[in-house]
């Protein structure tokens, strides 16, 4: 039989599969996942590479190093110290433990240990919230400020909002909004089901806390 004699071409959509319980192939319900049970595994912060302060402290220890080298050597080779260092060793000899210099110096020597460390230990990038990991494989951030823009958008979706402020923290999102008509608490447990609702939807791997104020329009 020929192409022309064919009959017509059915154009619907394909039939669906069934899942083998019976039910039609359709979106998962999606509810809240413990980030220490995700599939990914543990959703922890993203660490920052600090190469501004890596880089200076590599900068200073290579330059006191080599200079020091570098007149350790011309000592050995008959030339005098430099006045650097005879200046430094005079007062190190000289000077007491209680001296004004001496103190300032250990204390400034303290306050770069402790500030190294800390930035040793901690992770930093405040600013990006780790979101649920899905694959172990794959880690996925979200600004805070995007995820105050999101918020922001739902919260002006609310009726009587006339306008609103929204921070997105570490552990919480709060959200001052102005409302010009309703009550306003039906306005704030509108934007308390809305924000709650935009903030699980964010996919984050921890759930922020959220604080809503809402207040009249102030007068002129």
Same mark, same amino acid.
Do not use: N
């Given at each position: 039989?020929?192409?022309?004699?064919?009959?017509?071409?059915?154009?619907?959509?394909?039939?669906?599969?069934?899942?083998?319980?019976?039910?039609?192939?359709?979106?998962?319900?999606?509810?809240?996942?413990?980030?220490?049970?995700?599939?990914?595994?543990?959703?922890?912060?993203?660490?920052?590479?600090?190469?501004?302060?890596?880089?200076?402290?590599?900068?200073?220890?290579?330059?006191?190093?080599?200079?020091?080298?570098?007149?350790?050597?011309?000592?050995?080779?008959?030339?005098?110290?430099?006045?650097?260092?005879?200046?430094?060793?005079?007062?190190?000899?000289?000077?007491?433990?209680?001296?004004?210099? +001496?103190? #300032?110096?250990?204390? @400034?020597? $303290?306050?770069? *240990?402790?500030?190294?460390?800390? /930035? !040793?230990?901690?992770? &930093? =990038?405040?600013?990006?919230?780790?979101?649920?990991?899905?694959?172990?494989?794959?880690?996925?951030?979200?600004?805070?400020?995007?995820?105050?823009?999101?918020?922001?958008?739902?919260?002006?979706?609310?009726?009587?909002?006339?306008?609103?402020?929204?921070?997105?923290?570490?552990?919480?999102?709060?959200?001052?909004?102005?409302?010009?008509?309703?009550?306003?608490?039906? +306005?704030? #447990?509108?934007?308390? @089901?809305? $924000?709650?609702? *935009?903030?699980?939807?964010?996919? /984050? !791997?921890?759930?922020? &806390? =959220?604080?809503?104020?809402?207040?009249?329009?102030?007068?002129?």
């Amino acid at each position: 039989m020929s192409d022309d004699a064919a009959g017509p071409v059915d154009t619907g959509p394909p039939p669906t599969l069934d899942k083998p319980d019976g039910g039609a192939d359709g979106p998962a319900p999606s509810g809240p996942a413990d980030p220490r049970t995700a599939d990914g595994g543990r959703a922890g912060r993203f660490w920052s590479a600090r190469r501004v302060p890596a880089v200076l402290v590599s900068l200073v220890l290579c330059g006191a190093a080599g200079l020091l080298l570098y007149d350790v050597a011309a000592v050995r080779a008959g030339r005098p110290a430099m006045a650097w260092r005879r200046r430094l060793a005079h007062e190190l000899a000289t000077r007491h433990l209680d001296d004004p210099w +001496v103190l #300032g110096g250990a204390a @400034a020597a $303290l306050l770069i *240990g402790v500030w190294l460390i800390v /930035l !040793a230990v901690t992770p &930093g =990038l405040r600013g990006v919230l780790p979101m649920r990991r899905t694959a172990p494989d794959i880690r996925a951030g979200l600004d805070r400020t995007a995820a105050a823009l999101v918020l922001r958008d739902r919260a002006m979706e609310v009726s009587g909002v006339r306008s609103v402020r929204v921070s997105v923290g570490r552990r919480r999102a709060r959200a001052r909004a102005v409302a010009h008509f309703r009550e306003l608490a039906e +306005v704030r #447990g509108d934007l308390d @089901a809305v $924000l709650g609702e *935009g903030l699980r939807q964010l996919g /984050l !791997a921890h759930r922020l &806390g =959220l604080s809503v104020h809402v207040r009249r329009p102030t007068k002129r």
